[in-house]
C-alpha cells in the first residue's frame, strides 16, 4: 500500500517519523512531508492543495497529522466517490485520537485506523453506523470475499434497512459455503443483494425492487516485462489483454510476477491505479506450478525460470484454471488464470 503521511507542527514531525518506520515494517510504501523536513520527511511547501491532490492520484492512503478541518478543507476539492477515493485519517499531534474520515470500508480507513491507533496507544475514532451498531456492514463483506459492487449507489439502501432490523433478499450464482446469516432471506423482499456470473447470457438481473449488485473478482493476471518499461506500455497491453478475453478490469483480483521485478514502477503503478493486491514468487516457487507452460531460454537466463507470466498467474489463482497463455508485446507478456471462488459465511 502506498500512504502518504502530512504533518505541520514540530510535534506532529516527530509523531510522523514515528509512524513512517512502522509502516515501513509493516511493509508499506511510504512518503511523508512536513514543515519541519529532516530524515525522512520531505519538506513541505505552501501550497497543501497541490500536494493532497498528488497524494489523491498517487496514494491509496493519506494520513494527516493535525486539525480535522485543515484535512477537510485539504480533500474536499479532490473528492470523486467511495468506490475511488484512497482512505484518509486525521491524528492529533498527540496520538491520542485515530480518525477516518473518508473511505472507511471499501478504502480500509477503519481497519488502518485501528493499527495505528494500537501502535500508538491510541484510541480510533469510528462514526460509521453500521461499525458503531454492530450491525453487518455489506461493503466490509465484499471486500473481505474479493466481490466488485456494481452499483455502489446501492449499499445505502441495504445498510439503512439492516440497521432497521429488517431481513435483506440473497441470490447467489455461485456455491454457498457456511450457513446464511440470519439478517438474509432467500424470499422475495424490497432490498437484496445478488452475486452474479458475469458470463451468464441470461442472468436474471433484477430479482429485487433494489437490488445490491455484485461479482466476484475471479482473475489472477500474471505479468513479465523488460526493466523499466514506460508504465503506458504496460497498462495498455494489460488492458489489451483483458478486452481480448471480454473480462472487466474490476473483475481481476490482483496481478502477480517473479519477485525480482518487485521494484518495477510500471507494475507498481498500475496496482496503485486500479487497486490490485501485487503478489510476487521466486523463480523457485514459480518453477513448482503445475501445468503446461510455454517456454523461453532468454526468460529462463534472466529469471531462472522458462516462463514468469503464465506460472505466476496459476499460483495467484491457487492452482486455478489458466484461460488465456502467454500473451506478448513491446516487452510486455501477460497471461491470465481464473480461480475458483465460493461465497463464504
Not at 9 to 16: A, E, F, G, M, N
Amino acid at each position: 500500500m502506498r500512504i502518504t503521511l502530512i504533518s505541520f507542527t514540530q510535534k506532529s514531525s516527530l509523531l510522523c517519523k514515528r509512524l513512517v518506520d512502522y509502516l515501513k515494517e509493516e511493509g508499506h510504501s511510504i512518503v511523508a512531508y512536513s514543515k519541519y523536513g529532516g530524515g525522512e520527511l520531505l519538506q513541505m511547501e505552501d501550497n497543501l492543495s497541490a500536494l493532497t491532490g498528488k497524494a489523491f492520484e498517487d496514494s491509496n492512503s493519506i494520513i494527516f497529522i493535525g486539525a480535522a478541518g485543515i484535512a477537510v478543507r485539504a480533500i474536499a476539492p479532490f473528492l470523486k466517490n467511495k468506490a475511488s477515493d484512497p482512505a484518509v485519517i486525521v491524528i492529533n499531534e498527540t496520538g491520542e485520537y485515530v480518525i477516518p474520515i473518508l473511505s472507511g470500508h471499501l478504502g480500509g480507513a477503519n481497519s488502518l485506523a485501528h493499527k495505528l491507533a494500537s501502535f500508538l496507544g491510541g484510541r480510533a475514532i469510528i462514526t460509521t453506523a453500521t461499525d458503531i451498531n454492530g450491525v453487518f456492514s455489506v461493503d466490509v463483506w465484499t471486500k473481505e470475499n474479493g466481490l466488485h459492487i456494481l452499483n455502489i449507489e446501492n449499499i445505502k439502501y441495504i445498510s439503512a434497512a439492516l440497521l432497521k432490523g429488517q431481513k435483506i433478499g440473497f441470490r447467489c450464482d455461485f456455491p454457498v459455503e457456511g450457513e446464511l446469516p440470519e439478517f438474509f432471506t432467500k424470499d422475495t423482499t424490497d432490498y437484496g443483494i445478488y452475486i452474479y456470473d458475469h458470463k451468464k447470457q441470461n442472468a436474471d438481473k433484477q430479482p429485487f425492487k433494489n437490488t445490491l449488485f455484485l461479482c466476484p473478482k475471479l482473475f489472477a493476471v500474471g505479468v513479465g516485462c523488460r526493466k523499466g518499461i514506460p508504465e503506458e506500455i504496460l497498462e495498455e497491453v494489460f488492458l489489451e489483454t483483458l478486452a481480448a478475453e471480454n473480462i472487466p478490469k474490476n473483475l481481476v483480483y490482483c496481478v502477480a510476477t517473479i519477485d525480482i521485478k518487485k521494484e518495477e514502477e510500471a507494475i507498481i503503478r498500475l496496482c496503485d491505479k486500479f487497486r490490485y493486491c501485487l503478489k510476487l514468487y521466486t523463480n523457485k516457487e514459480l518453477m513448482e506450478a503445475k501445468g503446461s507452460f510455454s517456454s523461453s531460454g532468454f526468460v529462463r537466463a534472466v529469471t531462472g525460470v522458462d516462463n514468469v507470466c503464465e506460472r505466476a498467474a496459476i499460483l495467484a489463482s491457487n492452482h486455478g484454471k489458466l484461460i488465456m497463455g502467454k500473451r506478448a508485446r513491446d516487452g510486455v507478456t501477460v497471461a491470465i488464470a481464473e480461480r475458483a471462488w465460493r461465497c463464504s459465511f
